[in-house]
């Protein structure tokens, strides 16, 4: 495998064009449902690269493919769209400037997730001159909405487009490490009810907002309790939204909807969760019902595909071959063995492995812990480096030695 990673990298393309590239990303905005401008880019600068075949589906995601049919099928998916840039004054440089500072490019999405995406392509760009060598397919996917709603654009891209990959990558950050894994994630929606009166006349009436606080008390006690797996960690919970309703700020709100992220760790699932809460709801006596919230946004092209957003937990074999061939690659690549983990947030890999059942593993360029932060950057020589090792572990997966 070494020997076809060193072919490969003969013909790297440079540096300078791999950072010019993902500068021009970070400098065209891309919120989720706003993807279009960057999906056009990116398909002219793949095309001008020589990629044969790419186009962008209905939902308005680019798929590129190379390679024969015979064979397995390789996906390496990673999401176009970002997250709204917030506390602007805190920035270090504006978040669209994509300024290069001692080798360090700072910006929104220099690492969630345009620098991989980059580097996917210009790893994947070493291929071309060795298609007919391929035994199989490469399949580059880059997804929209997945900041809001994980998992659905390659849910489409899969039961609907007919792509059916044997193995997946995910270019979600990982400090060029590897992670085989996640924690699930179900956000629910608890409708709070009350009795409405005027302001003046308070115990003509029931406030939701009390009622409420009482739920939220409780969700501070149960987030002490939740059940721990010795490699994803503990089950979380959260409250991560209020709103109430009245006829006026001189009203008692009758109604008080609160927003509850709970991660799942392995062993847990959305059905034990919800019952969970529901049984402390009744326990407390609120007056409140559990509903898990659905994700219905258009996406850029105007297409709607409702998503539940209630999400396994997944974690891949650290023995299974896809992450022994990371692994070698990593280690061609760089020199010395990676460490081997598990994201602390939610990937597409909530359907790719939690649902469709497909071997995921995960490998990109930055500090996950920097994701959604106003410090987002990458360091230069990652970029390289990534790019490197999706080069090499296509060939290795699809290459005869």
């Given at each position: 495998?070494?020997?076809?990673?060193?072919?490969?990298?003969?013909?790297?393309?440079?540096?300078?064009?791999?950072?010019?590239?993902?500068?021009?990303?970070?400098?065209?905005?891309?919120?989720?449902?706003?993807e279009g401008a960057i999906a056009a880019m990116i398909v002219d600068h793949m095309r001008a690269l020589g990629f044969p075949d790419v186009r962008t589906n209905e939902m308005g995601s680019v798929v590129a493919t190379l390679g024969s049919k015979s064979g397995p099928t390789v996906l390496y998916d990673t999401h176009m769209d970002t997250v709204v840039p917030a506390s602007l004054e805190k920035w270090p440089y504006a978040p669209y400037d994509a300024h290069i500072d001692n080798d360090v490019l700072y910006g929104l999405g220099a690492i969630d997730t345009k620098s991989s995406l980059a580097s996917m392509i210009y790893g994947a760009a070493q291929l071309?001159?060795?298609?007919?060598?391929?035994?199989?397919?490469?399949?580059?996917?880059?997804?929209?909405?997945?900041?809001?709603?994980?998992?659905?654009?390659?849910?489409?891209?899969i039961e609907e487009d007919g792509i059916y990959p044997d193995f997946v990558l995910l270019g979600e950050p990982t400090n060029l490490q590897i992670s085989r894994g996640q924690r699930g994630r179900v956000m629910f929606k608890v409708l709070v009810e009350g009795q409405a009166s005027h302001g003046g006349q308070p115990d003509l009436g029931q406030n939701a907002i009390y009622a409420a606080a009482r739920l939220i008390f409780a969700v501070q006690l149960m987030a002490g309790d939740l059940p721990r797996d010795p490699f994803l960690g503990p089950g979380t919970i959260a409250i991560t939204g209020i709103e109430s309703q009245g006829a006026s700020l001189n009203a008692i709100p009758d109604q008080c909807r609160v927003y509850i992220d709970r991660r799942l760790t392995l062993g847990e699932t959305v059905m034990g969760a919800e019952a969970q809460l529901e049984s402390m709801i009744s326990r407390e006596s609120i007056p409140a019902t559990v509903k898990i919230t659905i994700y219905d946004d258009p996406s850029y092209t105007g297409l709607i595909r409702p998503a539940r957003e209630a999400h396994p937990a997944w974690v891949l074999d650290r023995a299974h071959p896809l992450v022994a061939a990371l692994n070698r690659t990593i280690q061609t690549v760089q020199g010395s063995a990676p460490e081997i983990g598990h994201w602390p947030f939610s990937t597409d890999g909530v359907y790719t492995m939690g649902q469709a059942n497909i071997p995921t593993v995960g490998f990109g360029p930055g500090d996950p812990n920097l994701v959604h932060t106003e410090q987002e950057h990458v360091r230069m020589a990652d970029l390289k480096t990534a790019a490197h090792v999706y080069a090499g572990l296509a060939a290795s997966l699809l290459m005869n030695d």
């Open positions: 495998m070494a020997t076809k990673i060193d072919h490969l990298a003969l013909e790297w393309a440079t540096a300078q064009d791999l950072t010019r590239f993902t500068q021009q990303l970070i400098q065209t905005p891309s919120l989720s449902g706003q071309l001159p060795f298609q007919d060598q391929l035994n199989g397919k490469l399949v580059l996917a880059f997804t929209v909405q997945a900041e809001p709603c994980e998992g659905l654009a390659i849910r489409v891209l």
